[in-house]
């Protein structure tokens, strides 16, 4: 059974960083895509960045040269450093995974990915 736990979100000023990791179990790691998404109120979820099991990444224009997805295959982790935070990232932030590789780079579509975390709260204040 799949399971994804968040962790890392808080609140921080503008400008600052964040770290979020996902604790992922269940599966064999290192061979699935994993994708980090945010979803604020009243607005629907947003792919933010994420990896396939070749270490290729994909990101969100918004978040470009500020976010920074990343795994540790040993621990069974994926992590998203978060630098340059602005109010407009204010979200929930999911972690998801899914065993298909994608020749093309992994996709920040949702549903692209089956298995997905509870959520952790990031929220910037100006």
């Known amino acids: 059974q799949v399971q994804l736990v968040e962790s890392g979100g808080g609140s921080v000023q503008s400008g600052g960083s964040l770290r979020l990791s996902c604790a992922a179990s269940?599966?064999?790691?290192?061979?699935?895509?994993m994708g980090w998404f945010r979803q604020a109120p009243g607005k629907e979820r947003e792919g933010v960045a994420a990896?396939?099991?070749?270490?290729?990444?994909s990101y969100a224009d918004s978040v470009k040269g500020r976010f920074t997805i990343s795994q540790d295959n040993a621990k069974n982790t994926l992590y998203l450093q978060m630098n340059s935070l602005k109010p407009e990232d204010t979200a929930m932030y999911y972690c998801?995974?899914?065993?298909?590789?994608?020749?093309?780079?992994?996709?920040?579509?949702?549903?692209?990915?089956?298995?997905w975390g509870q959520g952790t709260q990031v929220t910037v204040s100006s």
């Open positions: 998801a995974a899914d065993s298909i590789f994608w020749s093309r780079g992994p996709p920040l579509g949702a549903e692209a990915f089956r298995y």
């Open positions: 269940g599966y064999t790691y290192s061979s699935y895509c």
């Open positions: 990896i396939d099991s070749d270490g290729s990444t």
